[in-house]
């Protein structure tokens, strides 16, 4: 799949964190053509979106366990976690685990 370079990512936010994101499903971060790690977009939210960004990571800046992001499809805890490259006109979805019984 082809993928424009647009200078930004789109982070889509699931339904049950909306009200963190001022009711938005999708929020847009500028980033340079070379990319971001993950650990640094979530860092450029935390400055318009800090409660979101609090629910996705804990006080020691790592992931939540609840909290799976996917960038472009794939797990980023399967890759390189918070040191996931996320390149301009990528799309990373945050999904929150779903329990049950």
Known sequence: MTRTVTGEVRLRI??????????????RVAVDEAGVPLDQLLSALSDSWPELVRRLRDETGA???????????????????????VMPGAVVHVLPSVAGG
């Open 63 to 85: 992931l939540r366990r609840h909290v799976n992001l996917f960038v472009d499809g794939e797990d980023a805890r399967r890759g390189s976690g918070l040191q996931t490259v």
């Open 14 to 27: 699931p339904g049950v964190l909306r009200d963190l994101a001022g009711g938005a499903g999708e929020l």
